[in-house]
């Protein structure tokens, strides 16, 4: 199916004006050109209205009122420029521009390149670190001025000083501010602060140009102030400017006036703080000083007449004397109930009586134990005596005193075996004949049919 003319989308002019705007705007945010300025306007409005052009290409800018106040130079028709801004399109005409918010002279372009450099080098070595930065004292003494003699940024100074705290001692140490005299110049008072010892060091002078600040933006500068040893406020150029000086310091103020009204108290100030300060003390004071007297008042009446207290005390000690006494007299009287009582005891309980009846009993129990004892001893050799006689008649001794004798085989001795039987033994066996007084060496011999013994030898007696 073919499409018609009245399905086909179709945008306004203004609406197509809106919507590449739009797209412009958030494709490009904050970008920087350079160019050569032409047709310079500056209507009545404040505005300013010029073109930024190259060989091949122009760009029309509008600068308003509000940010060309900033710039420390005078732009001129032909003038190299360095511009910030944000793109954007001018519905009405449909023309592509820059909206400007910084200007300035092509030749600090370098510069400022420098300028970030060695800022990213410093605050990533720490200079700038806020732990390391030190507060100012509340109520200084003695102030150290680091400017040009000069200069309009030393007046403005001490007039805020003359007209806020004039009793503040302001030493100034003259110095260039720009030029190739003023870093040498700016290190030496730098390292003439010890010596002065004041409380805190402004480091100041009036705005210019990025090239008429760079004294400020030098790494020995910056790493100068940073090693100072009294604090440091930098108050260099107007309140856009930046240095380097003014990171590495412990305070930076947008302007030398304002830098002296950041050291300074306001005498006025101080004085109605003081004032308000008196009377919170004299009411707190008058407060604490009524809440006293009621509590001595009441005190005073919760304390008693010391004569009057000395008297009852004197009183209570005689009631306890009193008491003392009869608690003492009873406790006599008890101790000497219980004396008679134990003596009446101790008397008939006599130690002598006691002693007698025993020794008496122990001279029994000696006798009936002698008795007992003879009449043990007695029964005693009665039964052994009955012993002896019953031994006697079953000893060997005995059968052997009657001329019997008991044969062992001789090898043995006496721990043989008796021989009981001519079955144990053998002709010419060697035996040992134990008698009533000693022992025979015997061997055994056969017998004829006689009954005849062969002759023998003669025996021999152990």
Known sequence: MSSTADERPILTVSALAREARVLIEQHFHIVWVAGELSNFRRPGSGHWYFTLKDDSAQLRCAMFAGRNRTLRFEPREGMEVLVRGRLSLYEARGDFQLIAEHMEAAGEGALRAAFEALKAKLDAEGLFDTASKRPLPALPRHLAVISSASGAALRDVLHVIERRFPTLRVTLIPVAVQGERAEPEILRALAR?????????????????????????????????????????????????????????????????????????????LGRRVWHLEQRLRREFMTDLSARKQRVGHLRALLNDPGRHLQQQMQRADELEERLR???????????????????????????????????????????LLAASLHSLQTRRSALNNAARTLQA???????????AVLRPAAEGAAGKPVTSIRETATDALLLAHLKDGALSVRVMAIDEDNQLPSLPRLDLD
Do not use: K
Not at 209 to 226: I, K, Q, Y
């Open 394 to 404: 079953v000893s060997p001794l005995a059968t052997l005193s009657r001329g019997y």
């Open 193 to 269: 602060v010890p010596d002065l010892n004041p409380d805190v060091v402004l480091l100041t002078r009036g705005g210019g140009s990025l090239e008429d600040l760079w004294a400020f933006n030098l790494e020995t500068v910056a790493r100068a102030v940073a090693a100072c040893p009294v604090p440091v406020v930098s108050a260099v150029g107007h309140q856009t400017d930046f240095t380097i000086a003014d990171f590495a310091a412990d305070l930076r103020a947008p302007t030398p006036s304002a830098g002296a009204e950041l050291l300074t108290p306001d005498r006025q100030e």
């Open 326 to 368: 009869r608690a003492i007299s009873q406790r006599l009287s008890e101790a000497r109930s219980s004396v008679r009582v134990l003596a009446r005891g101790l008397h008939l309980l006599r130690p002598e009586r006691r002693i007698q009846q025993q020794q008496v009993d122990v001279r029994n129990l000696l006798g009936a």
